[in-house]
C-alpha cells in the first residue's frame, strides 16, 4: 500500500460530465518542487536556481491561487457529477457501460486542522461519493450496482476511512475485464491509496487494491 502525505492535491474531485471513448483516462498534474542551486563568484546578474526576494514573493502568491484553486475545484465538484457512457466490443459482444460519479451531500468527512492549516482553515466539511454502475451486454443488463467507499473498506487505514472519500474513477478496458480505478484520498490533501473495481464480462465483480 502506498501512501501519499504531501498535502497539495491538485484534483481528482474537479469532475465533468463526459463522454470518453472506449478506454476513457483521468489524470491528475505532476506537482514540481523548486531547487536551489549554490552559487559562487561576483557578478550583477541573478544567479541561475537563486531566488530574489521578489521570486520569492511571486512564488508566494502562485503557492496561494494553487491551493485556492484546488478548494474552489473541491467545492465545485460537490455539485458536478461525472458521467461516462460507452459502447464497446469485447469477446464478440457488444457492451454499454454506464457510470454516474456524484456527491451524497451526506456532510459525513469533518477534516480537523491538521490537514486543512495549509489553506488557512480550522475545519473543512466534506460529503462521501458513489458511483452508480451500469453494464449491458447485447442489450441485456448483467450488472447494476452503487460503489461506495465502504466496498473498499478492508484496504483503507483508519484515518482513510474516518476523512477519505471515492474520487471519480478511471475506466480501462484489459483483455475480458473492465477496470474502475478509483483514488481513495482525504479531500485537499494527496493522503490516499488507489483501489480497482474488476468487472469480468459476466457482470461479475470483485475489488483489489
Known amino acids: 500500500m502506498k501512501l501519499m502525505l504531501f498535502p497539495v492535491m491538485a484534483a481528482c474531485l474537479a469532475l465533468a460530465c463526459n463522454t470518453p471513448s472506449n ?3 483521468i ?14 563568484g561576483k557578478t550583477t546578474d541573478t544567479p541561475h536556481g537563486v531566488k530574489t526576494k521578489h521570486a520569492e514573493a511571486d512564488d508566494s502568491a502562485d503557492t496561494e491561487e494553487n491551493l485556492d484553486t484546488v478548494l474552489h475545484r473541491t467545492v465545485a465538484g460537490f455539485r458536478q457529477p461525472y ?9 464478440g459482444n457488444t457492451f454499454q457501460l454506464h457510470l454516474k460519479h456524484y456527491c451524497l451531500m451526506d456532510s459525513a468527512l469533518r477534516l ?8 488557512k482553515l480550522d475545519s ?3 460529503h462521501n461519493f458513489a458511483t452508480q454502475v451500469k453494464l449491458d451486454r447485447d442489450g441485456k443488463t448483467i450488472l447494476a450496482r452503487t460503489v461506495y467507499k465502504k466496498d473498499f473498506e478492508k484496504f483503507l487505514f483508519p484515518e482513510l476511512r474516518e476523512y477519505a472519500t471515492l474520487f471519480a474513477p478511471s475506466v480501462k478496458i484489459v483483455h475480458d ?8 484520498s482525504i479531500p485537499l490533501t494527496d493522503v490516499g491509496i488507489g483501489a480497482t473495481m474488476v468487472i469480468d464480462n459476466k457482470g461479475g465483480v470483485h475489488f483489489i487494491e
Open 27 to 40: 489524470s491528475g498534474p505532476a506537482a514540481d518542487t523548486p531547487v536551489r542551486e549554490v552559487y559562487a
Open 23 to 25: 478506454r476513457p483516462q
Open 124 to 126: 473543512f466539511v466534506a
Open 83 to 91: 458521467v461516462v457512457d460507452t459502447l464497446f466490443e469485447m469477446d
Open 112 to 119: 480537523p486542522k491538521t490537514y486543512t492549516d495549509i489553506y
Open 177 to 184: 475485464t473492465i477496470l474502475l480505478g478509483y483514488s481513495i
